[in-house]
């Protein structure tokens, strides 16, 4: 089968990232054809034959009055994108599987391959298909307002970049593709949790459509240690506001003072807020370690004792959780949005309740003390991504999903 994996980025910026190149390598090492069509830049991955790539575009960087302009018309609708999705199409694709395509390539993508017949799904990575601002999210609490097609909201709010014109461009954007009909050409929604799937029925988006398909992991990349049990646990991701991590340096901060310690790795816009806070309250207790990848990121995730995903904003299915559980250490899980799912007390690690440091800290006091067997939580854990994003089993409901919508 051939098939056009769509992503805006071709490198790996993210979870959604991670999915799109590696469903893509699983796809082309049992076979099938896969071209991509994702925007161009300087880190992409290496292409291969009969990849496309639209204009890069860097929606933060300084315009003119004139390429502000013609940027927004892009984000709602990028003519070259959907020149590249026909051409793609009549050369022989026969399913088009969307990710994140929002703003660099906008959902012309999808008229692009639909108008000469060539199917499309979509794996829901986030919530832009029914709100503006990707998270659900306004002034740090959870917002459901655009429900019922309230698009207008985002600008009240200013939900996107913190401005009113740029939400102002997500409204448009929202309500022109809503009038369209843009998204009910799609023929499937893959949605990794099931929290998601739920969610965004709520929305309105038919029940029929939307399919539960959790990612893949390809666990032989991952060497986990099972007897090691290090001294302290690790915050992997983004530092950003919905991500929780001033909640967590809250709880750390009530922590005994010879217990344990914190490392936070990542980058994000709030990491000066961050170190400026952990000043003031556990400067002893927390450690930035910056951006890491590859060996070096997965030794400092399978040395610590678990990891922490104290998120605040409705999670779908975090590689923050599924990485560790992959080398065999568990995880202190927010109770919130497809996290649930994923870490059971004391099986795989420990729940608390979101946005509330005091039960934070009372799961990572539990985490270390003798009642919590970190060895056998971690073995649980990897034994999950095994069994339950097993590669194999994964592209087996991928292509009868493809299959299906081809028929």
């Not at 315009?63 to 050369?91: C, D």
């Not at 034994?383 to 194999?392: K, S, W």
């Amino acid at each position: 089968m051939q098939v056009a994996q769509v992503n805006k980025y071709h490198y790996l910026k993210g979870g959604a990232e991670r999915y799109y190149l590696d469903v893509s390598q699983a796809l082309r090492e049992c076979g099938h054809e896969v071209r991509h069509l994702a925007m161009a830049h300087e880190r992409n991955e290496s292409p291969i034959d009969g990849d496309r790539f639209v204009e890069e575009v860097d929606y933060r960087g300084a315009m003119g009055p004139w390429q502000k302009v013609r940027q927004s018309l892009r984000v709602i609708y990028n003519g070259e994108a959907k020149k590249h999705a026909l051409e793609m199409a009549r050369s022989g694709v026969q399913v088009a599987h969307m990710h994140n395509i929002y703003h660099q390539l906008s959902p012309s993508v999808i008229d692009g391959f639909v108008d000469v017949g060539v199917p499309v799904v979509q794996t829901l990575h986030d919530y832009k298909l029914v709100c503006p601002a990707y998270l659900c999210m306004t002034e740090g609490q959870i917002c459901e307002r655009c429900k019922g097609g309230h698009y207008y909201q985002a600008v009240a709010h200013r939900c996107l970049l913190e401005s009113r014109a740029a939400s102002a461009v997500g409204m448009i954007e929202a309500y022109f593709h809503g009038a369209k009909g843009t998204y009910g050409r799609i023929s499937r929604f893959l949605c990794p949790s099931r929290f998601m799937m739920e969610k965004v029925a709520e929305f309105g988006i038919p029940r029929d459509k939307l399919v539960h398909l959790p990612y893949l992991v390809q666990s032989h990349l991952y060497r986990p240690t099972p007897e090691a049990v290090g001294e302290y646990c690790v915050y992997v991701g983004r530092l950003s506001r919905e991500k929780g991590i001033e909640t967590l340096i809250e709880a750390m901060a009530g922590m005994p003072s010879n217990g344990l310690e914190l490392r936070i790795l990542g980058e994000g816009p709030i990491r000066a807020r961050l170190e400026e806070k952990v000043q003031k309250t556990c400067p002893d207790r927390v450690k930035f370690l910056g951006f890491q990848s590859g060996e070096e990121l997965h030794e400092t995730i399978r040395s610590a004792a678990f990891a922490v995903v104290p998120s605040e904003w409705y999670e779908n299915l975090p590689f923050a959780v599924l990485e560790p559980f992959a080398l065999g250490t568990p995880v202190v899980g927010a109770r919130i949005g497809g996290i649930p799912e994923m870490v059971e007390n004391g099986v795989t690690g420990r729940l608390h309740t979101s946005a509330d440091p005091d039960s934070l800290r009372e799961a990572l006091l539990w985490m270390t003390s003798s009642d919590a067997d970190l060895v056998a939580m971690g073995k649980n854990a990897r034994q999950r991504i095994e069994e339950d994003y097993a590669v194999d089993a994964h592209l087996e409901r991928l292509l009868s999903i493809y299959a299906e919508v081809s028929a």
